[in-house]
């Protein structure tokens, strides 16, 4: 999604931060959850439970060592350095994201488990086969390369590794209603159909292990709500970093319901 239209200082992130999780009623001197931060930290659809569902869908499990790619402020990194305990390497362009992502890493305490490495999802500084699973939650639609952005990600991969990934794709009419959580204007949207996605991915060396469009659970309420159940930090929100989001949460759900674009989520693996 796309998130504060100018680049801050690190002490001017850190700042935003701290107020919003102190205004939540959290205390950022003691040390934080990965749940207690969901409302603020997990930038897509579904937010906190669907990255659960995804982690269960992916057979997450503590051995693994996993790349979140687009990762935000990497708040399913510090879900899954949390529990199940594995480590978690994570890239994010914007400087503002990997900024805010060091801070909640050292208030949780999961620092030492999760890495924040700025830099393009098409360029990814790893070696070949460096990673036991790859994640990525609303984060293609940004993008308008897919291929490369998918051979990057089976590049990293080891032999039979897992890419879980969840997306919004281009539905059977035009997308009309702007902005929305990823674009602001048609220019910026590379929604690709369902369809294609998963041709581009097995042009990419990838099987399908498991993928279903999941609109429905999302049409009916705002997909891109994000509060995980255990939280009661009503004033904790995406608005820290994400401008005008009640409007690009309306226009989403419009287009999901109108049928302009999907929900889907999925799991395949690298030949």
């Known amino acids: ?10 002490r001017d992130v850190e700042a935003r931060i701290l107020a919003a999780l102190r205004a939540a009623g959290l205390n950022p001197e003691q040390r934080l959850s990965p749940e207690a931060l969901g409302a603020l930290d997990h930038f897509h659809t579904g937010g906190f439970r669907a990255s659960r569902v995804l ?4 057979h997450i499990c503590a051995e693994d060592h996993v790349l979140d790619i687009g990762a935000g402020l990497a708040g399913a990194a510090r879900m899954l350095a949390a529990s199940p305990g594995c480590r ?9 994201y990997c900024a805010g992502a060091v801070l909640l890493n050292r208030l949780t305490g ?4 999760v890495g924040v490495h700025r830099c393009s999802a098409l360029e990814l500084p790893f070696p070949d086969a460096s990673f036991d699973a790859v994640w990525m939650q609303n984060v ?13 990600v089976r590049r990293v991969l080891k032999p039979e590794g897992r890419f879980a990934f969840q997306e919004m794709t281009a539905g059977d009419a035009a997308t009309s209603y702007f902005p929305l959580p990823w674009a602001t ?3 910026e949207n590379f929604l ?33 709500s994000n509060a995980p159940e255990v939280s009661a930090q009503a004033q904790l929100s995406l608005s820290v970093y994400v401008d005008n989001l009640a ?18 989520r999925g799991v395949v693996r690298a030949k």
């Open 55 to 58: 982690q269960e869908l992916a």
């Open 185 to 187: 204007a048609p220019a």
């Open 88 to 96: 978690v390497d994570c890239v994010e362009l914007s400087p503002d």
């Open 110 to 113: 999961l620092e030492d488990r």
């Open 192 to 224: 690709i159909s369902a369809e294609e996605l998963l041709s581009v991915l097995d042009e990419s060396g990838f099987v399908v292990d498991f993928f279903e469009d999941a609109s429905d659970e999302q049409s009916s309420g705002n997909p891109v």
């Open 247 to 264: 409007q690009k949460a309306e226009n989403a759900t419009r287009s999901l319901q109108e049928g302009q674009i999907r929900f889907v």
């Open 1 to 10: 999604m796309t998130g504060l239209e100018a680049h801050y200082s690190v």
């Open 140 to 152: 293609g639609m940004n993008i308008a390369d897919k291929r490369r952005l998918y051979a990057e």
